[in-house]
């Protein structure tokens, strides 16, 4: 259930109080496996047709005539189902499953494997999914992501991924030249691929014979490219067809498009002539049309009436006219004697329609059983599937010769909750759980529709001196507000260069500055007095905002040594030789919470450190544009200033709470002179770096009479001792992302989206690896990722740092921006027991001996991550191209990985 059914009293604000509403966002958020939150399917799925290579999901039999209920599906209790050629993907819950056929990769599970079951697309396990577009015909597949971002995965032939090559791709990759475009909808032909932004604007790409892509030319284009006849209408749909393809898009007034292949009249004009650019279909500009599909050398629309119109080639009967007459112009189907038609799909030749009565409707090519109705004779006309009355099927989905069909009208009872809130969230414990589930929903569906809205709102400062989000930020789920943060990131990414500016940068000199505490010579200053007044605009690329040159060494960067510069600058910050950061005073007494965390040093005031607080600002945006996070554990009340929100008494307590405990004491002394007399206190404070600070060039010894401004004084100037810093910092951020959407965000959402999370999450390490001279289900990678598990959260990341140069994963798996894991094991090591693993870091690529047993494995990844830090300084690994590691589009230039 959601919403809107039976008690209502989750939408009761007087029964929820805002308190309650972050508590409750705090808790799903730990534990966010445990809710569901999504529309779900009752469960009432069925599949039939052709099922060689089990895309039909378990169900037994290569031809399977009848819709049959699948367990293994249903039970994914599924949002949407879409189906190519022999494949079938389901969304459950925002995560893509997929069975059937594999070869090209085109299931997206890492491997070219055929599977019959449904099986978890890992790699974007982590990404909320809303939509699948994937051609009846179709070797490859498209996935739409909650924040308008688009991945492409199977056969690359023709450009069709998007992705500047003609390579496959096993697994889902994100297609960099759509970022920022907000993408509301895509869709998959045979051989190329399209796709609409939030502004109506249609991109297309892939093969472009026949004019299908709308250029004006025949051009393949390897990457999404706008439609430029289409620029001044809001394009609302899109369909790609086949091999010998069409493609048909929707503008705004339901006005119908065509172009390309022209064959047997599937363009809809009456001739068949082909045209490379688009045209309306004129006769349909009467019918409020609402839904486009393009199948195998035909076409459909779906008026808003529920009439349906099909054209083109006839054979097979797949017309529905009765005839195998081709047609050349849209003509109804009249053989659903006057039924309103609510969805239509088609396979490559044949197609199945649902009422609003939820009647099932099959005609066209029946030799696998396609049509559902127990028989392999081809069906000429729209044909009742009768075993399907009374399931209230109000969804359906196509393949090449397979079909299915199933319900979202009722909820499954099976909503997923926890059985308990733990004791940490003590507001919540005397509200029902389905109450709490229900109010989740609410403020994730507010958060939908404010976040989307966000331009209606001023971010600026009010009259009353707060901005409109000030109120919100805690109750709004975080997912949705950084989805509208990164829409914005994303319009305003420079795309057309490989990296920013070239650095050179001296390591001799930064390890002399580890010893003389000179912190002129740190990799950190030399970057900032390079970086510091170069225009905002080298810092607004997608990945690497400069490009390093380590002086005296032999490393060429690609990645790697762009990633080293940043975690030799996080380690200088935290290890005392930059004037930055102070340690809490909890963690100089060893007391209180926030121990091992950070602050700015308020007296790090001198033009040099304030353009270094600056440039630690650039450097935290650059992590949030990039999605490369920092490791630095900096407190969390320096976060709460940087998103704009005061610090309180609590807050100090967070980082001093020797302090607090002071202040209480003046504030709580009786009203005694002689307590005051005894104390014998100055009219000073000790400031977060220990210093004593005086706060009165009145008063110069605490008495009776100003104990109260003491106190008053004293938690003023503490709360406000960072301004200055924070101010820097905050004008670094300004140069690389929008700093008024911070407004939107808590101090720890901010911390999470620039540091990410220190544990290194194996199980998303795992999605994107990727296996060279040997098979996953070896015994020596079993080894491996055993010996990971048992590594402790710091070994993990000295892990990550040998094999890729940075010590944190990227948040989630659009960030890795197509980059696997490469773990490489060579029979030329001989014998393998003498050799050390050797990394290429800027290929996140670690090849490794075919080690005797686990024991030798562990020592040696052992002895690797803590001896081998950083990349080599001489020439002995130096690699090249011919070995076929570097990655599409990188530089031409190498550099050497960490080895031995």
């Not at 088609?346 to 009565?357: H, N, Q, R, Y």
């Not at 392999?376 to 989905?397: E, M």
């Not at 914005?488 to 920013?500: P, S």
């Not at 030329?828 to 490794?848: G, V, W």
Request: net charge negative.
């Amino acid at each position: 259930c959601g919403p809107g059914a039976g008690d209502q009293s989750y939408a009761d604000n007087s029964r929820f109080t805002q308190e309650m509403d972050i508590q409750l966002l705090a808790c799903q958020s730990a534990c966010p496996h445990q809710w569901s939150l999504t529309p779900s399917g009752s469960g009432a799925l069925y599949l039939w047709g052709h099922n060689h290579r089990g895309q039909l999901g378990g169900i037994e039999g290569q031809k399977v005539t009848k819709p049959t209920f699948c367990e293994s599906i249903a039970a994914l209790q599924p949002t949407e189902v879409a189906a190519g050629e022999q494949t079938i993907f389901i969304i459950s819950d925002g995560k893509v499953y997929s069975a059937g056929n594999g070869t090209y990769g085109r299931l997206g599970i890492g491997s070219t494997d055929s599977v019959t079951m449904p099986t978890l697309l890992k790699s974007i396990q982590h990404i909320t999914i809303t939509k699948i577009a994937v051609h009846s015909t179709g070797k490859h597949c498209l996935a739409l992501s909650q924040d308008g971002e688009v991945f492409s995965w199977g056969e690359g032939d023709d450009g069709k991924l998007g992705h500047g090559s003609r390579n496959n791709q096993d697994r889902p990759r994100v297609i960099e030249a759509l970022r920022g475009k907000q993408i509301i909808e895509v869709s998959a032909g045979g051989a190329h691929s399209a796709a609409i932004t939030a502004l109506g604007g249609l991109y297309t790409w892939g093969k472009g014979r026949y004019g299908r892509l709308g250029h004006g030319d025949y051009d393949d284009q390897l990457k999404p490219k706008m439609v430029e006849a289409l620029k001044s209408y809001k394009v609302t749909q899109v369909a790609c067809g086949s091999g010998d393809a069409q493609t048909l898009c929707i503008t705004e007034g339901d006005v119908v498009w065509s172009w390309g292949d022209g064959d047997y009249g599937k363009l809809g004009r009456g001739g068949s002539d082909g045209c490379k650019v688009p045209k309306k279909i004129d006769p349909l500009l009467k019918c409020q049309i609402v839904k486009i599909v393009c199948g195998s050398q035909f076409s459909m629309a779906l008026g808003r009436n529920g009439d349906l119109y099909t054209w083109g080639k006839g054979d097979y009967h797949r017309l529905g006219h009765s005839s195998e007459d081709h047609v050349r112009w849209p003509q109804r189907v009249v053989g659903l004697n006057g039924q309103k038609v609510l969805e239509i799909s088609c396979g490559s030749l044949f197609c199945v329609c649902v009422t609003d009565d939820h009647q099932v409707y099959a005609w066209g090519d029946n030799d696998e059983g396609q049509c559902g109705n127990g028989k392999t004779n081809a069906v000429p006309t729209p044909q009742l599937i009768d075993s399907l009355q009374g399931k209230r099927i109000n969804r359906i989905a196509c393949g090449s010769a397979h079909a299915i069909a199933w319900s979202t009208l009722e909820q499954s009872a099976s909503t997923k909750q926890p059985d308990t809130i733990p004791p940490e969230y003590p507001l919540l414990q005397e509200t029902p759980i389905e109450n709490l589930r229900k109010r989740l929903i609410l403020l994730h569906s507010f958060s939908e529709i404010f976040s989307s809205s966000l331009r209606m709102f001023s971010l600026e400062v009010t009259s009353q001196g707060h901005k409109v989000t000030h109120s919100l930020r805690h109750t709004l789920a975080f997912s949705y507000k950084e989805t509208a943060f990164k829409k914005v990131v994303q319009a305003t990414m420079i795309r057309d260069r490989q990296h920013g500016p070239i650095l050179e940068l001296n390591r001799m000199f930064s390890s002399q500055a580890r010893g003389s505490k000179d912190w002129s010579r740190t990799i950190f200053a030399q970057a900032c007095s390079m970086l510091i007044n170069v225009s905002s605009e080298s810092f607004l690329l997608p990945h690497r905002a400069w490009k390093v040159r380590f002086v005296g060494e032999s490393v060429d960067d690609v990645g790697g040594g762009y990633s080293e510069s940043i975690a030799e600058m996080c380690e200088e910050l935290q290890s005392g030789v930059l004037p930055l950061f102070i340690l809490t005073p909890n963690g100089r007494v060893d007391n209180g919470v926030n121990r091992d965390c950070y602050l700015f040093n308020p007296a790090a005031i001198s033009p040099e450190e304030t353009n270094m607080f600056r440039f630690l600002g650039i450097l935290m945006g650059i992590s949030v544009r990039t999605g490369s996070p920092l490791a630095l554990d900096i407190a969390p009340p320096m976060w709460k200033l940087l998103v704009g929100l005061p610090l309180s008494v609590d807050d100090l307590n967070e980082i001093d709470k020797d302090y607090m405990n002071g202040i209480n004491f003046f504030r709580d002394l009786p009203n005694k002179e002689e307590e005051f007399g005894a104390i014998d206190m100055p009219f000073t404070t000790p400031g977060a770096a220990g210093q004593e600070v005086p706060l009165s060039s009145t008063y110069h010894r605490i008495n009776l009479s100003n104990r109260d401004q003491y106190v008053q004084s004293a938690l003023e100037y503490r709360l406000h001792e960072f301004d200055f810093q924070v101010q820097a910092v905050v004008e670094g951020l300004a140069k690389v992302i929008p700093v008024p959407l911070l407004s939107l965000f808590t101090g720890e959402e901010l911390r999470t989206m620039v540091c990410g999370h220190p544990d290194i999450p194996l199980d998303m390490l795992k999605s994107v690896a990727v296996y060279k001279g040997v098979e996953y289900s070896s015994a020596l990678v079993q080894w491996f990722w055993e010996i990971l598990e048992t590594f402790s959260p710091s070994e993990r990341s000295l892990f990550l740092r040998f094999v890729w140069g940075r010590t944190r994963l990227p948040r989630n798996i659009a960030d890795f921006r197509g980059r696997d894991f490469v773990l490489q094991v060579l029979d030329k090591y001989q014998p393998p027991d003498h050799y050390m693993p050797e990394s290429y870091t800027c290929f996140f690529l670690l090849k490794m001996p075919r080690y005797s047993s686990k024991e030798i494995l562990t020592q040696k990844l052992r002895y690797a991550i803590n001896f081998c830090k950083s990349i080599d300084t001489d020439d002995y690994a130096r690699i090249t191209r011919d070995e076929g590691i570097g990655g599409e589009g990188e530089d031409s230039d190498l550099e050497l990985g960490s080895s031995q």
